[in-house]
Nanobody, 124 residues
């Protein structure tokens, strides 16, 4: 069993930065890829970024490429999402989850053990 807890969300002005953290429990954390997703009001949950079990492969949604960076620290069972140059359209609840395999994917159906989410609000 894996439990994920997100933190680091908040209110920021457009152009600002936030760093989200996802602390995961469970001995198998380091064996699987992890992903970040987001859900804006009235919209479906969408892929943001993922990182392989070793941290050597990452993938990003086109909408965040070049602005967001995903990383992980397996010794701390934690995944991070550094968000720079934030835009109002980045406003959403951000979730982390564990992929069902070590390499990462943008396909939401492959993910399990979702956290409760952290709210990110970007004002214009």
């Amino acid at each position: 069993q894996v439990h994920a807890v997100e933190s680091g969300g908040g209110l920021v002005q457009a152009g600002g930065s936030l760093r989200l953290s996802c602390a995961a429990s469970g001995r198998t954390f380091s064996s699987y890829a992890m992903g970040w997703f987001r859900q804006a009001p009235g919209k479906e949950r969408e892929f943001v970024a993922c990182i392989s079990w070793a941290g050597d492969t990452t993938m990003y949604a086109d909408s965040v490429k070049g602005r967001f960076t995903i990383s992980r620290d397996n010794a701390k069972n934690t995944v991070y999402l550094q968000m720079n140059s934030l835009k109002p359209e980045d406003t959403a609840v951000y979730y982390c989850a564990r992929d069902s395999n070590p390499y990462g994917s943008s396909q939401i159906r492959r993910y399990e053990y979702w956290g409760q989410g952290t709210q990110v609000t970007v004002s214009s």
